[in-house]
């Protein structure tokens, strides 16, 4: 897992043909807005989270982010040991979001 700054998330997503966006916060906070083409999981569903993030290719690179940073970072280490090595927790968060968005 890698922490990233706002400014090197966003240039390293923008390079990387690779790229899958997950946003682990909840439906209410995800329904006030997004980062476009985010995959929604939510942390908060437990083992729920686990069996849709093992359904995932471990192969592509994948850029977590949540509300502020705490709950990716938990993501992220939780796909680092089922097996995803290339996982980037975005500092901040959402709340800190400068780029685009969708509501």
């Known amino acids: 897992m890698a922490d990233l700054s706002q400014q090197e998330w ?3 997503l923008a390079n990387d043909d690779n790229a899958v966006i997950i946003d682990v916060r909840t439906q209410d ?3 006030e807005g997004h980062i476009p083409n985010a995959l929604h999981i939510d942390i908060f569903l437990g083992q729920g989270f686990m069996d849709e993030v093992k359904k995932l290719d471990t192969s592509k690179n994948y850029y977590v982010y949540c509300r ?3 709950r990716s970072a938990q993501a992220c280490a939780v796909m ?7 996982t ?3 500092m901040g968060g959402f709340s800190e ?3 685009e968005k969708t509501n």
């Open 10 to 12: 966003q240039k390293q």
């Open 29 to 31: 906070e995800v329904d």
């Open 68 to 70: 502020s940073g705490g």
């Open 80 to 86: 680092n040991s089922l097996g995803y090595d290339n």
């Open 88 to 90: 980037y927790n975005l």
């Open 97 to 99: 979001w400068e780029g």
